[in-house]
């Protein structure tokens, strides 16, 4: 069996970040994990990339965090992916799985935060989007927003960040709606002791974003919940 995580960030890319792409490779390493999709806080996010850059220079310090983590992950037979992290509005967030850097610098509309046209750029790309942690009580989070089901092809039904009960709505509404399911950690720091309790599972190896979201659409795996691998939803 493979496992892999599905939502993390580094300083390089999120300025909520506290470990480097690098230090992450080594810790998610150490618990066991073959590989991870690096999804850093995109440009209307939490970023820690300038604003004032040209959109092109923008784009290339945002992939350069994936890039880090790749060669280190290469030297440890470690499969790291890159997605992004985009915040569409009023504190709701999704999952951008495959999409590249030639993506994102040919689209520098994507800044408008307008979430309908980022879907269709996405899936017209090959691409899916995941809601994260859709029922996530925060302060900067306005209540009573419903979360973009309908411009997803999934929702993370459990983010180990997030409280039990909003985790449990999450999954309800994946299983109500039928979507793609996936568990994410949502982790910012090595030394957290959250590693290994969320993540996706395999039973092939995956090595590139596309296999993972080929593999995710045919719903070949499973998600983690806890640390337990869940095979009955």
């Not at 989007?129 to 089901?149: F, M, Q, S």
């Not at 994946?174 to 395999?202: C, N, Q, W, Y």
């Amino acid at each position: 069996m493979y496992l892999y995580e599905t939502h993390l960030h580094s300083k390089e890319g999120s300025k909520c970040g506290h470990s480097s792409a690098r230090e992450l490779v080594h810790a998610y390493h150490q618990a066991g994990y073959s590989g991870f999709v690096l999804t850093n806080h995109f440009i209307t996010g939490n970023t820690s990339v300038p604003r004032d850059l040209d959109w092109s220079s923008r784009m290339q310090m945002y992939y350069d965090a994936y890039l880090e983590a790749k060669d280190e992950g290469d030297k440890l037979d470690f499969d790291v992916m890159f997605g992004i992290e985009h915040n569409y509005g009023n504190g709701k967030e999704v999952l951008i799985y495959g999409i590249d850097l030639a993506f994102l610098t040919a689209h520098p509309e994507l800044d408008t935060n307008d979430i309908d046209i980022y879907a269709r750029l996405v899936h017209e790309a090959g691409g899916i989007l995941v809601h994260a942690h859709p029922h996530r009580k925060r302060a900067y989070i306005p209540e009573g927003i419903a979360p973009r089901y309908d411009v997803c092809d999934g929702i993370e039904v459990y983010n180990a960040c997030d409280f039990p009960e909003s985790n449990a709505m999450s999954l309800n509404d994946a299983i109500g709606l039928h979507k793609l399911m996936t568990s994410g950690g949502d982790i910012h720091v090595v030394g957290d002791e959250r590693i290994g309790l969320a993540g996706m599972v395999f039973e092939k190896r995956i090595k590139t974003i596309e296999e993972f979201v080929a593999a995710l659409r045919m719903k070949e795996g499973n998600v983690m919940i806890d640390g337990q691998v869940r095979n009955d939803i």
